[in-house]
T-cell receptor
Framework: GAGVSQTPSNKVTEKGKYVELRCDPI?????LYWYRQSLGQGPEFLIY????????DSGLPNDRFFAVRPEGSVSTLKIQRTERGDSAVYLC???????????FGPGTRLTVL | RKEVEQDPGPFNVPEGATVAFNCTYS??????FFWYRQDCRKEPKLLMS???SGNEDGRFTAQLNRASQYISLLIRDSKLSDSATYLC?????????FGKGTRLHILP
């Protein structure tokens, strides 16, 4: 079956712009996670959804970052007033429940110039 | 102290050798544990879950030591295709924490 998909695969933007990153989880997976990964680092947790609600958003670095999952399936990560330090690969993962294997999407490589 | 710590490596190991990685975690309330593998510029993929009794999958063996708060991964008869970054993952309540990963290079 289809895995986790993320769009776009690459996004180049200018400092100060707004971006949206999309994640389509595996059908039926209730848990959805966003991570950010910089070169040479492990994935850094950003936010976790259980269904439509954000069960844990403690990893969001500041209020420029926001994520939604309005219908409990597709999720969008939104970054306002992008900064060069936001450049990273943004990974989305889904899981049938929070203590089970996570299936990752291919990521969106964000470059802020 | 970071909640999940791994030796970043790189580990340069000849083909056919056995290699072991350790990962320590700081929160004793951690509930589930995993090893993920990540190839260069690819997404992480689950290698093994780690159970208290230890578990084996072919050439790979994972063990958990709750008393000392570490997990280990052993790779026997290493192959060139084992070259990757190995990520230790700890789950506590709803929080998933990844280690920085250990880079492994298998040398021909």
């Amino acid at each position: 079956g289809a895995g986790v998909s993320q769009t776009p695969s690459n996004k180049v933007t200018e400092k100060g712009k707004y971006v949206e990153l999309r994640c389509d989880p595996i059908s039926g997976h209730t848990a959805l996670y966003w991570y950010r990964q910089s070169l040479g680092q492990g994935p850094e947790f950003l936010i976790y959804f259980q269904g439509t609600g954000a069960a844990d958003d403690s990893g969001l670095p500041n209020d420029r970052f926001f994520a939604v999952r309005p219908e409990g399936s597709v999720s969008t990560l939104k970054i306002q007033r992008t900064e060069r330090g936001d450049s990273a690969v943004y990974l989305c993962a889904s899981s049938p429940r929070e203590d089970r294997e996570q299936f990752f999407g291919p990521g969106t490589r964000l470059t802020v110039l | 102290r970071k909640e999940v710590e791994q030796d970043p490596g790189p580990f340069n190991v000849p083909e056919g050798a056995t290699v072991a990685f350790n990962c320590t975690y700081s929160n004793s309330a951690s509930q589930s544990f995993f090893w993920y593998r990540q190839d260069c510029r690819k997404e992480p993929k689950l290698l093994m879950s780690v159970y208290s009794s230890g578990n084996e999958d072919g050439r790979f063996t994972a063990q958990l030591n709750r008393a000392s708060q570490y997990i280990s991964l052993l790779i026997r008869d290493s192959k060139l295709s084992d070259s990757a970054t190995y990520l230790c993952v700890v789950n506590r309540d709803d929080k998933i924490i990844f280690g920085k990963g250990t880079r492994l290079h298998i040398l021909p």
